[in-house]
């Protein structure tokens, strides 16, 4: 379910482009320092977007450096670091290590078991650091995971649970903004399982898979996201961020629907042939 939160890079300014890879290169890093080098393999982009934010709405200073990177050694790169990218380092790897037991407990996956092991030492410490966030992650996922071993087809429990997940991830902190952000994350993760069941109904339909949108004519998806998508876009708009607004906007009114533009596209590509 992660993934979905990238931006538009044929919309964005070359200045835009440069801020966005340079957060990303530098989540990259900052994982490889913090959680060794096979944690950078578990980097996702919606954890840059929580870098983009969370660093705009503080208005955290910020260490920029350009270096050449191990794993694409040709030219520099930019890396940008603050305390929010340790922070988000650190819940990647969280929500990497619980999705591989969840793996593990639910479809009895070894792999997934010998993944979890990887990062189970470093989950310890930052359990032991941000508890709240991952008392909420771990419970979340043990929740969705007995509502869809139990069939639910109404699609709002399940998306409300892992709205729940984001949101607890959104607060860095319990401050003046936590609860707007906890608000905005609940609504992004309610969109994001909501697009992740859109995109996968074929496929579990054909593999006889869990789907609560398995009963939901299809003509309704796009209003229903756009529904999810205009309450998620409320709630951003109440909070006093004016550094990257271009680039945030980009990533909420455009980015967020590109696997779904291009699923719409393939099936019309295959229409047609």
């Known amino acids: 379910m992660f993934g979905y939160i990238t931006a538009n890079t044929d919309k964005l300014t070359k200045e835009e482009i440069e801020k966005y890879r340079s957060c990303y290169c530098g989540l990259c890093r900052t994982l490889g ?36 990177c191990g794993i694409h050694p040709l030219k520099p790169h930019i890396f940008l670091q603050n305390e929010i990218t ?42 032991e650091q941000y508890p709240r966030q991952c008392t909420a992650i771990s ?16 699609p709002d429990i399940p998306a409300n649970c892992f709205g729940n997940l984001m949101g607890e991830i959104f607060v860095r902190q319990e401050d003046e903004f936590s609860e707007r952000l906890r608000e905005f994350g609940r609504s992004l993760g309610k969109f994001i399982y909501i697009m992740d069941a859109c995109l996968d109904l074929k496929a579990d339909i054909k593999k006889e898979r869990y ?24 709630k951003y708009n109440q909070l006093p961020i004016t550094t990257d607004k271009a680039l945030l906007e980009n990533i ?12 719409n596209k393939k099936q019309k590509e295959k229409k047609t042939k």
Request: charged share 25%.
């Open 252 to 263: 909420l009114y455009s980015g967020v629907w590109a696997k779904y533009e291009a699923s």
């Open 139 to 154: 419970a979340c996922l043990a929740e969705l995971s007995g509502i869809e071993k139990n069939g639910e087809l109404n």
């Open 211 to 234: 789907n609560p949108l398995i009963t939901t004519p299809s003509i309704s998806f796009r209003s229903i996201l756009n529904s999810l998508m205009a309450d998620c876009t409320e």
């Open 33 to 68: 320092n913090r959680h060794g080098t096979i944690s950078r393999a578990t980097l996702t982009y919606d954890m840059t977007f929580l870098v983009l934010l969370l660093s705009a709405l503080y208005k955290t200073e910020s260490k920029v450096d350009t270096a050449r």
């Open 86 to 127: 340790d922070y988000a380092a650190d819940m990647n790897v969280t929500l990497a290590y619980y999705n591989f037991m969840d793996d593990w407990i639910d479809d009895g996956k070894v792999l997934s078991l010998m993944e979890a092991k990887l990062f189970q030492k470093e989950n310890k410490r930052i359990e």
